[in-house]
């Protein structure tokens, strides 16, 4: 499975830029036309995709105030979960005019699935892939049924365990899944960089043979760009049109500007990578003209002897390696040798 696999046609895996995914969730906040605009900014920012959430209330939870349903402390500190996602829900009507603009603003569209319904929905508008969010990572069920369909499916990895990444892998690939990639992932929002844990991306990459990515809930892009360094070949970010408008996850999402810099320096970061060899660069080669070398300082007769006032290690690079002072000094001038000549062994006896 850590084999590239193809997206909508782009290819994702290890020998590939990384896929910049723009997540929307619920930063629409209840407007399709703030939906719309914040896919144009995905776009004009450089991403590869937007993602969306498909759920609804009642689709994720009850409406019920018992023991667990009301959050307390965080961003959401009060609230039922049902009213939670009331307010951060991309509504189903809204979705095919979503995937409809963001085709025609060239980015992939897909989407994280929460119930079969969900993944029906998003087969019926030509998904490319299911995302798995951490919190249904757990969900087999959910996990098959997506799997069955026969598209890529990207699994956040938030609160999961090692046993439960394999059983979700396990779900998958048994359901008929051919290509699975992880996304480390803190579930903390916002998720602290002291919290960020990103050796683990490496470390997934080793355990599973899975391509392996980042879903960053950290402020900023500095996460993200440390990620694809360490191997992340999928970087998920929530985006928002401005933190200030507020919104259910708008105060760990970036903003527009903020999202373009992540693409720009995440495919600097996998430039930058290379490859693990001591073969110099084409810059570096021309370059070596300016190292140090051994010169001639001062005018030296035919036949006499050479001494450390008469050769330096300087630069340009066009002598005998410094490191053959020690052999030189002693040695006898072949002939007259003039101050600023580039000392080679023919000029010496």
Request: glycine share 8%; hydrophobic share 45%; net charge negative.
């Amino acid at each position: 499975m850590s084999a590239p696999f193809t997206i909508a046609g782009r290819m994702v895996g290890p020998d590939h830029p990384p896929f910049i995914i723009a997540e929307l969730s619920g930063n629409h906040n209840g407007r399709l036309e703030r939906a719309l605009e914040l896919i144009d900014a995905a776009a004009n920012a450089g991403a590869d995709a937007v993602k969306l959430q498909t759920y609804t209330a009642d689709t994720i939870t009850i409406d019920h105030d018992g023991p667990g349903f009301r959050l307390e402390g965080g961003l959401w500190a009060g609230q039922t979960l049902h009213q939670l996602y009331s307010q951060a829900f991309t509504p189903y009507e809204w979705h095919e005019a979503l995937f409809a603009h963001a085709k025609a603003r060239g980015l992939i569209c897909f989407s994280s699935p929460f119930d079969e319904t969900a993944v029906e929905l998003l087969e019926g508008l030509d998904a490319p892939a299911f995302k798995i969010a951490s919190f249904e990572a757990i969900d087999l069920p959910l996990i098959a049924r997506a799997a069955r369909s026969g598209r890529p499916l990207i699994i956040s990895t938030g609160m999961t365990s090692r046993s439960e990444i394999a059983d979700a892998l396990r779900a998958a690939t048994e359901a008929g899944a051919e290509s699975v990639a992880l996304l480390h992932c803190v579930s903390a929002y916002p998720a602290d960089f002291d919290e960020a844990n990103l050796a683990m991306i490496p470390r997934l990459m080793a355990d599973f043979d899975c391509v392996v990515g980042l879903s960053d809930h950290t402020p900023g892009t500095a996460a993200a760009v440390a990620a694809v360094a360490l191997g992340a070949r999928i970087v998920e970010k929530h985006v928002t049109l401005a933190r200030a408008d507020g919104g259910p996850d708008a105060a760990f999402s970036l903003e527009p500007a903020e999202l373009a810099a992540l693409v720009h320096d995440c495919r600097d970061a996998f430039r930058s990578i290379g490859q693990a060899h001591y073969a110099r660069s084409q810059t570096e080669q021309h370059n070596r003209q300016f190292r140090r070398s051994l010169y001639v300082v001062r005018d030296v007769l035919g036949g006499q002897e050479i001494g450390p006032q008469d050769v330096r290690s300087i630069r340009p690079g066009f002598g005998l390696e410094p490191s053959r002072l020690p052999d030189v000094i002693g040695r006898r001038a072949a002939r007259a040798l003039k101050r600023g000549e580039p000392l080679t062994w023919d000029m010496l006896t």
